[in-house]
């Protein structure tokens, strides 16, 4: 292991370990768990860089670390699995298989310092958000968490049931999820997140921190929304996932 830097207040380590545990998430998600080394400390929503050996090559990606800080035992990305050299190089790993790590990086977090938060994720953008509802839960936190979630189908909500369970459990934390694929027995929303959405579910929307996370067109989409809406600039923080 070493200290290669310091981000943002946050000691960067290098380190190598090895797969603890796989567990799937939906049809073609998967998360990957790794012992966490007692040196390593990181805040929720922050991301690491994967580097993974394939033959002689070295593949190196960014990939949020989906594990609270709260969880001491491991930490663990989440990768949707879309065929990619990257992606097909995750899908053959095995328990104890040994791949490199260099984390924290990132400022896209969440720890208890706003009163009013919305969280609005597009497909895997949830990876940094179940890592700050995770927190938020494990550290009793009193925020006025509501988590606007989009996926094309039922079948594509990763995490459904924790993020069920955390609204069961904390009373100021409110699930909305949208489908722009729905069947016909769906009894929530259809279609994207929009202003009609953000207006209901979020009456107090202009005195609200807004995080969005997600593909680059759905983040600038809910940028130029959340404009239109009158929310303040410095009140959205966003995060880009591009696909590989």
């Known amino acids: ?56 090559q070295k593949m190196r990606k960014p990939l949020t670390i989906s594990s609270s800080p709260t969880e001491k035992d491991y930490i663990e990305f989440t990768k949707k699995l879309t065929g990619h050299p990257f992606s097909n190089a995750l899908d053959t ?24 938060v919305a969280l609005l994720a597009g497909g895997m953008g949830i990876t940094p958000m179940r890592s700050i509802c995770r927190y938020y839960m494990d550290s009793n936190l009193q925020t006025r968490i509501t988590l606007l979630y989009g996926c094309n189908t039922e079948a ?23 489908l722009t694929e729905a069947e016909s027995n769906w009894k929530g929303y259809v279609g994207r997140i929009n202003n009609e959405m953000i207006r209901s579910e979020i009456p ?37 996932f591009e696909g590989y």
């Open 93 to 116: 790993l095995k328990v104890g298989d040994g791949l490199s790590l260099d984390a924290p990086y990132g400022n896209f977090t969440f720890a208890g310092q706003y009163s009013r």
């Open 1 to 56: 292991m070493s200290i290669s830097s310091v981000s943002g207040g946050m000691v960067v380590l290098e380190f190598e370990v090895r797969v603890q545990g796989i567990v799937p998430r939906t049809y073609d998600v998967k998360s990957f768990r790794f012992d966490r080394p007692s040196s390593f400390n990181y805040r929720p929503g922050q991301f690491m860089f994967v580097t993974l050996n394939v033959g002689e």
């Open 204 to 240: 107090d929307y202009q005195r609200t921190i807004f995080y969005s996370c997600g593909p680059p067109a759905m983040v600038g989409a809910m940028s130029n929304l959340l404009k239109s809406l009158g929310v303040a600039e410095e009140n959205v923080k966003v995060e880009n």
């Open 156 to 178: 594509d909500i990763v995490f459904r049931n924790e993020l069920e369970d955390i609204q069961r459990y904390k009373n100021n934390f409110k699930l909305v999820i949208t």
